[in-house]
């Protein structure tokens, strides 16, 4: 079991960067893949990017393809967003969530994931 918890979140300009971190405890974490989430005041939430377990597989929702970049380090027991060129419509609370996975799989449902944080929320003013 893990329980990722984010942090990174802010307000920032359009055209900036910013980078998300989640810290997920329990000693397995490299058993875990991996997502971001996000959820805009008023909508459903949504996926924004997957990673697998070792690291080697990524999957990304086309809005954010190009722009955003999710990476985790197992060492760490940590996994990051990298958000480049931010829009105003990248504004929602970010979540963090993790799911017991087999070598090289990504998910991109909601309902795939079985562990989430409380949220980070980003801010982008245009």
């Known amino acids: 079991q893990v329980q990722p918890v984010e942090s990174g979140g802010g307000l920032v300009q359009a055209g900036d960067s910013l980078r998300l971190s989640c810290a997920a405890s329990g000693s397995t974490f490299s058993t875990y893949a991996m997502g971001w989430f996000r959820q805009a005041p008023g909508k459903e939430r949504e996926f924004v990017a997957a990673i697998s377990r070792g690291g080697g597989n990524t999957s990304y929702a086309d809005s954010v393809k190009g722009r955003f970049v999710i990476s985790r380090d197992n060492a760490k027991n940590a996994v990051y967003l990298r958000m480049n060129s931010l829009k105003p419509e990248d504004t929602a609370v970010y979540y963090c969530?993790?799911?017991?996975?087999?070598?090289?799989?990504?998910?991109?449902?909601?309902?795939?994931?079985?562990?989430w944080g409380q949220g980070t929320q980003v801010t982008v003013s245009s």
């Open positions: 969530t993790a799911v017991r996975a087999k070598v090289g799989d990504t998910y991109f449902r909601r309902d795939d994931y079985d562990y």
